[in-house]
């Protein structure tokens, strides 16, 4: 592919969301820079203060800004954002709201939009053995909730408390019990 500039061959190849719209811009090493030195400046042709990357990320964000974001771990699941960027899954929903700022350009990039839009899935899924599955919650806070009592769960147990640890199991027994009630009460309708 060319730079859109000139006839050399496009390196680099830009994704910028305007109101809503997708624009790609493919250009030259040379005219990449142009444009990456403006878009930061405002206008004027000036180079990025304190050694500023371009990447994915931001434009001038330094080693030392990435760095720290690179290091920020959910306080749920307990990943990095340098683990999620290594293996491209996120550990737990909380994970969305953690790293809502970094993920909402790339989920616009991948999906053209940041909001679901079509069908969910049913909350009571049929398992392959006929029967239904295992309810979950409409809202994600409360499968937060219960992957961050877990991780206390593991938490206590290795530094034995275990008075803590028994409390936890207790929330995400209580926790798991809300959710399975609508499925028995399906299981007890008479056909």
Not at 73 to 99: K, S, W
Not at 121 to 141: F, I, K, N
Request: proline fraction near 6%; charged fraction near 30%.
């Amino acid at each position: 592919m060319k730079c859109q500039q000139c006839d050399a061959q496009a390196v680099f190849h830009i994704t910028e969301l305007e109101g809503g719209a997708v624009r790609e811009i493919h250009l030259c090493d040379d005219h990449a820079r142009v444009y990456l030195n403006q878009a930061e400046s405002g206008g004027g042709g000036e180079t990025p203060k304190g050694g500023g990357l371009v990447g994915p990320l931001g434009v001038g964000q330094t080693a030392a800004e990435l760095s720290q974001l690179d290091q920020r771990a959910c306080p749920m699941c307990g990943i990095t954002f340098f683990e999620f960027r290594n293996q491209g899954r996120l550990g737990c929903p909380h994970d969305y709201v953690e790293f809502e700022r970094e993920l909402e350009p790339l989920i616009a990039n991948i999906h053209g939009a940041t909001e679901h839009t079509g069908r969910r899935p049913s909350r009571l899924p049929v398992s392959p053995a006929g029967g239904t599955g295992q309810a979950l919650p409409e809202d994600t806070a409360e499968l937060t909730a219960a992957i961050g009592l877990r991780r206390s769960l593991k938490e206590a147990i290795a530094a034995e408390r275990y008075e803590d640890a028994r409390e936890h199991r207790d929330a995400i027994r209580a926790l798991e019990e809300r959710w399975l009630a609508p499925r028995r009460k399906a299981e007890d309708r008479p056909s």
